[in-house]
Each structure stands twice: as C-alpha cells, then as structure tokens.
C-alpha cells in the first residue's frame, strides 16, 4: 500500500529505501562483509576497525557507520577492485584501503559496487576525514 511506504514506522518503507529491516550488526574488531548476507545492512563500528569487503558485484551496497568520536574505519577492497570515487573523492587506484579517521559519532560512509571495476562512494558524511592508502 502506497501509504506504507511514506510510513517510516512501516516494514514497507524500509524495503523501499532497500534497507532490511532490524539489519544492524554492531563490530568491536575487524570483520570482513559477506555478498549475500550483509547486504543492504548498516554496520556500526565501535572500535578501530578493517572492513574487508567482498570482490565487486553489481549492486552490492554497505553503510559503515562510526558508533564514537575517533573511531577509525579503514575499508579494504578486494585486490583487484577500488574505489571509483563519488561524494568529492576522486577515484582511488586497485587495492587501496579507503581510510576514515578523526571522525566523530555517527559519521558514515555508504558504499555501492559497479560489479567490474570496484566500489562508488555514494555517501560520506565528511570528506575531509577521508583519504586513500597510500
């Protein structure tokens, strides 16, 4: 039903921004996303973490989301795959680490693969905390 879907209190509406609903998985350690299961789910990071994400394929999406100031997400790619750019990031280069730090409570980063090349930022909360491995 079409009001469903305006009802942020509806399961209709969290299906229709592609979220599962009560899919939040929280991490206190490095842990690396699965193709099938994690996706469309929102990770919450509550300690210095590496996120290894899996080889790209075609609509695979993740949100990564910083549970306190000063966590550290480092989010690796698979080796042949990088990160595209988007948001006011440019493209990275194959194999490079996405890095977020100094950021505070609730920053994120939401990511969608191309399912060839590697991974677009389709969502950062500040840029300025971002940079790519070197």
Known sequence: MKTDVLNKNS???AQEISVRPNAVEYHGSSFTLDNAAD???????TAD???????TSAGLSY???????????????????????GCGKAAGSDNK????SNGKAGDCVKLLADGSAGWYITHLSDASKVSYES
């Not at 680490?97 to 977020?100: E, G, H, M, V, W």
């Open 11 to 13: 399961n209709a509406f």
């Open 39 to 45: 996706v469309g789910s929102t990770h919450i990071i």
């Open 49 to 55: 973490a590496t996120v290894t994400l899996p080889a």
């Open 63 to 85: 949100t990564l989301v910083a549970s306190d100031d000063d966590v550290e997400i480092t989010v690796s790619p698979n080796a042949s795959d990088k990160f595209l750019g």
């Open 97 to 100: 680490d996405l890095i977020f």
